[in-house]
């Protein structure tokens, strides 16, 4: 049974940071890509981050260069760092694990404002 369980997330000033970590139980969960979406009040769910494996890594083009995304697989945890943050970053952020199958978290809310 593979479950996600993200933390961190939080109310932020804009330009400020967050560090949201993802834990994940389940076989052999280290051999796949984990990831991280986001879904804004109203809007689509969408990528932000992806890390393979093997480190390799993914960015939504409005996130490279403010978020970085990690892994550590001897922990089965994913995080993502977010800096320079952006009121219209606010969003229920979303732990993904891609098995060929989408395992999902159950959302961590991050509100960025004034």
């Known amino acids: 049974q593979v479950q996600l369980v993200e933390s961190g997330g939080g109310l932020v000033q804009p330009g400020g940071s967050l560090r949201l970590s993802c834990t994940t139980s389940?076989?052999?969960?280290?051999?796949?890509?984990l990831g991280w979406y986001r879904q804004a009040p109203g809007k689509q769910r969408e990528l932000v981050a992806t890390?393979?494996?093997?480190?390799?890594?993914n960015y939504a083009d409005s996130m490279k260069g403010r978020f970085t995304i990690s892994r550590d697989n001897a922990k089965n945890t994913v995080y993502l760092q977010m800096n320079s943050l952006k009121p219209e970053d606010t969003a229920v952020y979303y732990c993904?694990?891609?098995?060929?199958?989408?395992?999902w978290g159950q959302g961590t809310q991050v509100t960025v404002s004034s």
């Open positions: 993904n694990l891609n098995t060929g199958r989408m395992y």
């Open positions: 389940g076989t052999l969960v280290g051999i796949y890509a």
């Open positions: 890390i393979t494996s093997g480190g390799s890594t």
